[in-house]
Antibody
């Protein structure tokens, strides 16, 4: 059974940093691209960042480029999102998702809440 | 960026109704369109991928169709457990989600 379990969320002041983790199990992690998607309170879904299976290429939405870094450790089957210079508009539930080839996002974690507030 | 517009934003229907949800892209997305169901407090779940392919384990009352810029999710006979918000998602050029349709029971 595919499982994605996020951790590392919490309350953080504007301008500070936070690192999210996503522990994957039930599939061969190193075979899949992965992504982070977020959802602000009572809002829709928004793709944040994605990474190739080797970690050699990464992609970001414009609003987080230069502030967020997606990475992975295939030996530990873990995906990360380093978030620096956080802003109030980054407040959201962050979901770890698996990318299944050309069929898009298939499995999602339960999400982790990030609140940026003074 | 490709914009995705879903309609209606809220839909009320009765158990057993045939329900149709719409999603319109700002440009051709070549059928790279997925539908997700999100129940209150839960993560989104993949229902349909690439316009009309049913994800494993999803009931056959869910189906998808469309092409070009216009896509539809149909629930053939609405069940109480289908109450949720439904999002469309294009993965033809970068990735964007629709704003969602909240499906309620009448």
């Amino acid at each position: 059974e595919v499982q994605l379990v996020e951790s590392g969320g919490g309350l953080v002041q504007p301008g500070r940093s936070l690192k999210l983790s996503c522990a994957a199990s039930g599939f061969t992690f190193s075979n899949y691209y992965m992504a982070w998607v977020r959802q602000a309170p009572t809002k829709g879904l928004e793709w944040v960042a994605s990474i190739t299976n080797s970690g050699g290429s990464t992609y970001y939405r414009d609003s987080v480029k230069g502030r967020f870094t997606i990475s992975r450790d295939n030996a530990k089957s873990t995906l990360y999102l380093q978030m620096d210079s956080l802003r109030s508009e980054d407040t959201a539930t962050y979901y770890c998702t698996r990318v299944r080839g050309r069929t898009g996002l298939d499995y999602w974690g339960q999400g982790v809440m990030v609140t940026v507030s003074s | 960026d490709i914009q995705m517009t879903q309609s209606p934003s809220v839909l009320s229907a009765s158990v057993g109704d045939r329900v149709t949800l719409n999603c319109k892209a700002s440009q051709n997305i070549n059928k790279y369109l997925n539908w997700y169901q999100q129940k209150l407090g839960e993560a989104p779940k993949l229902l349909i991928y690439n316009t009309n392919n049913l994800q494993t384990g999803i009931p056959s009352r869910f189906s998808g169709s469309g092409s070009g810029t216009d896509y539809t999710l149909t629930i053939s006979s609405l069940q109480p457990e289908d109450v949720a918000t439904y999002f469309c998602f294009q993965h033809n050029s970068w990735w964007t989600f629709g704003g969602g349709t909240k499906l309620e029971l009448k």
